[in-house]
C-alpha cells in the first residue's frame, strides 16, 4: 500500500484559508481584532474566564513561571514523561526543576509521589507543580489543588494535550482541561501537531484577574499604556515598563487560523476518540497494554494514541519498513543530557523509564483514514504476534 501516514497532522480547511486570507487584506497584521476574538472563543470552549494569546506554548510557560515569581532557588516538581518545556520554563527563570515518577496505569506524574516529596521536606521547600494532561489524559487537578493548598503551592497545568478533555470532580461534575478552576493558571499550544494548528502559537487561560493582567504586560516587554497604571502621564504616546517582560505576542493572521480551527475542535475531539475506540478494540486482549480514562472519571483528549509494547524499538522499525511513521513520547526529561548535568541519572524514576522503553504513539488525528487506520492496526498486530 502507498499510504505515508504519520503519528500526527494538521488539517487546513478551505475556510481557514479564506478567513487568513481575509485577515491579510485587513488593517493589521498583530495584535489586531483577531487577537481578542481567538481569546475570547478559546476562554469559552476551555471554560476559563481570562485566555492569553502568545507566541507558543513554550513562551505560555516561561511567562507563566514569571507571573508566579518563580526565583533562583524556587524549587517546582513536574513530570519526567513529558516535552522539555514543561521543564525548561522553570530553569529559564532560574529554579530548580525537580522530578517526581509517574504513576504507570495513567502515564501522569503520580501525586503520591509529589505528595511524599512534600512530606519528606522542610516547609518551604517547594514553590509550585506543573502537572501535565499528558497525551490528552486529564489530571485530577481536585486532588492536586488540595495538595497544593496544604503545603502552599501554585499549580500550572500543562493542558498542551488536552484541549476539550475534561476530568469528573468529587461533585459529579464536568471540569474541562485549563478551566482555571483548579490550576492557577493552565498553558495551551497550536503547534501543527497539537489539537488546534496556528503554525506557531499558544494561549494561556486562567480565573485569576490578577495574573491575567500581569500576563499582559509581560507579553509585551511589560510595558504598559493603562492610564490607571502610569505613574506619570506625559501624553498620548506615553508608555511605562514596569517589568522585564518579552515580545511574546501571537499575530493576526495565527490568531485568525487558530480561531478558525477552533470551530472543528468539538468535531475533532469527537473523531479522536472514535479512532482510539477502534485501536482499543483492536488491541484488548493482546500483548499490547493500552491506557484508557475509566468513564466514569472523565474524557480523554487522545493528542496521542501511546500504546505499551514488548519490543517497542522493532515495532517502530517495522512500522516505519510499511511508511507508518510512529513516535516515542517521551525520553524522559531527566535523562536529556542537559538535566543530567543537575544530577538526575538513569534510575531515578524506574517507572517513567520503564514507560520510555516500551512507548509508542501510533497515528492519531482527525483525518486520519479508516482506511489507513485498519492497516496501521494490521501492520501492529501482524508485528506483535509473530
Ligand atoms: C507542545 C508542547 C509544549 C510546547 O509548545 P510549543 O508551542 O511547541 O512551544 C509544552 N508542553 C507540552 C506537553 C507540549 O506537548
Not at 164 to 179: A, K, M, P, T, W
Not at 237 to 262: C, F, K, P, V
Request: hydrophobic content about 40%.
Amino acid at each position: 500500500m502507498a499510504f505515508k501516514i504519520p503519528y500526527g497532522r494538521q488539517h487546513i480547511s478551505d475556510e481557514d484559508i479564506a478567513a487568513v486570507v481575509d485577515t491579510l487584506k485587513a488593517d493589521f497584521l498583530t495584535q489586531g481584532p483577531r487577537i481578542g476574538e481567538f481569546e475570547q472563543a478559546f476562554a469559552q470552549y476551555v471554560g476559563a474566564k481570562y485566555a492569553i494569546a502568545v507566541a507558543n506554548g513554550t513562551a505560555a510557560l516561561h511567562l507563566c513561571t514569571l507571573a508566579l515569581g518563580v526565583k533562583p532557588g524556587h524549587k517546582v516538581i513536574t513530570s519526567p514523561i513529558t516535552f522539555a518545556a514543561s521543564a525548561n520554563c522553570i530553569k529559564y527563570c532560574g529554579g530548580d526543576v525537580i522530578f517526581a515518577d509517574i504513576d504507570p496505569e495513567t502515564g501522569l506524574l503520580d501525586i503520591h509521589q509529589v505528595r511524599e516529596l512534600l512530606n519528606n521536606a522542610p516547609e518551604g521547600t517547594y514553590q509550585g507543580i506543573i502537572p501535565v494532561d499528558f497525551a490528552g489524559y486529564p489530571v485530577d487537578l481536585e486532588a492536586y489543588r488540595e495538595l497544593a493548598n496544604e503545603y502552599n503551592l501554585w499549580l500550572i497545568e500543562d493542558a498542551c494535550h488536552a484541549p476539550g478533555g475534561y476530568f469528573i470532580d468529587s461533585n459529579g461534575q464536568q471540569q474541562l482541561c485549563g478551566n482555571g478552576v483548579f490550576a492557577d493558571l493552565a498553558i495551551f499550544s497550536f503547534h501543527p501537531v497539537k489539537h488546534i494548528a496556528s503554525g506557531e502559537g499558544g494561549m494561556i487561560t486562567t480565573n485569576d484577574q490578577k495574573l491575567y493582567k500581569k500576563l499582559l504586560q509581560l507579553r509585551t516587554h511589560g510595558i504598559t499604556k493603562n492610564p490607571d497604571l502610569l505613574q506619570e502621564n506625559h501624553g498620548g504616546w506615553y508608555y511605562e515598563m514596569h517589568d522585564l517582560g518579552y515580545n511574546y505576542r501571537l499575530t493576526d493572521i495565527q490568531a485568525t487560523l487558530g480561531n478558525s480551527q477552533l470551530k472543528r475542535a468539538t468535531e475533532g475531539i469527537t473523531r479522536r476518540q472514535a479512532i482510539a475506540k477502534k485501536y482499543d478494540n483492536a488491541f484488548r486482549n493482546t500483548s499490547i497494554k493500552i491506557i484508557q480514562v475509566p468513564e466514569n472519571q472523565g474524557a480523554h483528549a487522545y493528542h496521542l494514541y501511546v500504546i505499551q509494547v514488548n519490543d517497542r524499538k522493532g515495532l517502530y522499525n517495522y512500522l516505519r519498513e510499511h511508511q507508518i511513521f510512529a513516535q516515542v513520547h517521551y525520553i524522559p526529561v531527566h535523562l536529556l543530557p542537559f538535566y543530567q548535568q543537575f544530577g538526575w541519572k538513569k534510575g531515578d524514576f524506574p517507572l517513567a523509564e520503564k514507560y520510555y522503553a516500551h512507548c509508542l504513539s501510533l497515528p492519531m488525528f482527525p483525518t486520519l483514514t479508516s482506511e489507513e487506520q485498519d492497516f496501521v492496526i494490521e501492520k501492529v498486530l501482524e508485528f506483535c504476534q509473530q
